[in-house]
């Protein structure tokens, strides 16, 4: 169950990341990048739950 909660949780921020990166506002686009960022570790982290198993 953790690897979908946390795959799509990766998803959703990449979304919102590559969204805010569109803004015309520097401080908007620092934040997409970050929440780029974040939800690409949450993919990592999903993918490695469904390889070790959920229980990691």
Known sequence: MGEFVDKVKGN???AIGEVKQQSS?????????????KGKLQQTAGKVKGALGDDI
């Open 12 to 14: 959703t921020n990449e």
């Open 25 to 37: 506002n520097p401080e908007t686009r620092a934040e997409g990048e970050a929440q780029e960022a």
